[in-house]
Structures are given as C-alpha cells and as structure tokens.
C-alpha cells in the first residue's frame, strides 16, 4: 500500500508545479462554466493536485489558481445566462439538463436571492445551473459576486488544505508507519464523506425551505 500510494504521490509532485496548479484552476474553471460542472469533476482534480504541495508558496498559488478558476467559471456562467439564456435552456443539451431542474434554480434564486448563490456553491446541479440562472435574472454582476466569492474561497480552501494536509501526514509517517497509506486513504475518505453528509443536509434544508418558505424564517429572501 505505501509502495503504491507512495509512487502516485510521488508521480503527482513531480509534475511541474507550475502546470500543475494551471491544471487545477483549468479544471475548476470548467466545473463552474455553464454546465460543464455537470460532468468535469474539479473538485477531485484540486484534490489531487493539492497532494503535490511542497511548500506554503505552491499552497498560496494553488489556492489562489482555484479561487479565480471557480469565479472565472462562474462570471462565464453569468455571461452566458444573460446573453444567450433562453436559447440555452431550450437547446438539446438543456433539455437533457430537464426542465425540472431549471425551474427548481429559478425558484430557489427567486425564493431565496443572494444566499441561494452563496449555498449552492456546494449543492449538486445548483452549483452549475445558478450562475446562469442568475444571468437571466435582474441581479447585477457585482451583486452576484459580492455572494459567490466568498463562497468559492471556503470551498478552495477546504479542498487545498486537506489534499496537502493528508499528502503531508502520509510522508512523515511512511517511514514509520506500515499502514501510512491507510491514514492517508482514510482522511480522504472521512473528508469526502462528511462533504457528503454536508451536502445532503443542505439539500435537505433548502428542499424545506423552498417547498415551506415562509416557515420559521421572517427573511426569507435576501434582496440581493
């Protein structure tokens, strides 16, 4: 297990740090694009770049290349939705997408405003469906950022530090430790796993919410 595990990370490091991290915020960049989200994984992509971090200059480049990547995607996303909407959603690839979906953004964002932005950054769909959403809508671009950048820094920082943290704990071990590779394995599973649980008590809450809106909550919708 540390032979192999070992070998992987090792191959991962050596790539150029460089196009490593402009890998990463490619990646993201086209996760967030206009549903693109929907079949490019860049949060794993971060992940395994983050286990190449060798010092704290690579985790601020990284950091840094993902932040922009997500906001980058997500500006096109806007873009796009306010340019070309309509004939988006009723293209072919829209209606794969189903009209259910589209229609379950525009409730959420006309329900919710500014803070169905920031919580769909980490909802699946949502993520990849509200920017444009949003861009059809009457909110402004710099209200639409205000909400989804500080979104987009909590989601990269959380994802960059436990691929460098779990990548780190494997090296000091591996020497020692025979079953090093298992901790490594188990804090990528045990974080994937909660990010899980997060979503899905998210969803949760917000499919309440949108099917009892005024329910416990005077401020429903925040007037972005």
């Known amino acids: 297990m540390n032979e192999l595990l070992g070998w992987i990370l090792n191959a991962v490091r050596d790539v150029d740090p460089v196009l490593r991290i402009l890998l990463a915020g490619t990646a993201i960049f086209c996760e967030t694009s206009i549903l693109i989200g929907l079949v490019v994984p860049g949060d794993t992509v971060v992940i395994v770049a983050s286990t190449g971090i060798t010092n704290w200059l690579e985790f ?10 997500a906001l980058g995607g997500e ?4 873009a796009l939705g306010h ?10 690839l829209g209606r794969r997408i189903g009209e259910g979906h589209w229609t379950r953004a525009e409730n959420y964002l006309d329900r919710r405003g500014g803070i169905a932005i920031f919580i769909s950054r980490f909802l699946p769909v949502l993520h990849s469906l509200i920017p444009l959403t949003v861009g059809m809508s009457a909110m402004r ?15 990269a920082v959380a994802y960059v530090s ?6 780190d704990s494997y090296r000091h071990l591996s020497d020692r430790l025979h079953f090093a590779g298992y ?3 188990a804090i990528i599973v045990v974080f994937f796993i909660l990010v899980l649980l997060i979503k899905k008590l998210i969803e ?7 099917e009892h809106p005024g329910d416990g909550d005077p401020n429903t919708r925040d007037d972005a």
């Open 183 to 185: 901790v490594f394995v």
């Open 60 to 69: 601020g480049a990284l950091l840094v290349a993902t932040v922009v990547g």
């Open 204 to 210: 949760r809450r917000e499919a309440r919410h949108m």
């Open 141 to 155: 671009y710099r209200k639409f950022i205000a909400w989804t950048a500080p979104a987009c820094i909590l989601w």
């Open 83 to 92: 340019y070309f909407g309509p004939k988006i959603r009723r293209s072919r």
């Open 75 to 78: 500006s096109v996303g806007f």
């Open 162 to 167: 436990v691929g460098w943290a779990a990548a």
